[in-house]
């Protein structure tokens, strides 16, 4: 899992976050021209939402891995964090 990433993005691309099937965040690059706005709150907003949803595909992979490899034996509910 820790070689399976996923990415997401908000604001349009302006916000991009990479995370890994572990859940792990690679990395989280912010457009600079969201740097020169002075919106703080707007910028911290964009970052969650982009970290979550990359978040949310990474346990999305881990869970499509694991049904693979357990021939799709359901596990129990937030076994993999959700």
């Known amino acids: 899992l820790a070689n399976k990433t996923v990415s997401a993005e908000t604001g349009g691309g302006l916000v991009r976050c990479e995370a890994n099937g ?7 690059v912010v457009d600079p021209a969201l740097m020169g706005l002075g ?14 949803q990359a ?11 694991l049904g693979r490899v357990t021939g799709g034996l359901p596990m129990p509910p937030g076994f993999l964090g959700g």
């Open 55 to 65: 978040l949310d595909r990474a346990r999305q992979i881990a869970q499509d891995e």
């Open 22 to 28: 572990k859940g792990d965040i690679i990395s989280l």
């Open 39 to 52: 919106e703080k709150k707007m910028l911290e907003d964009l970052v969650v939402g982009a970290v979550n």
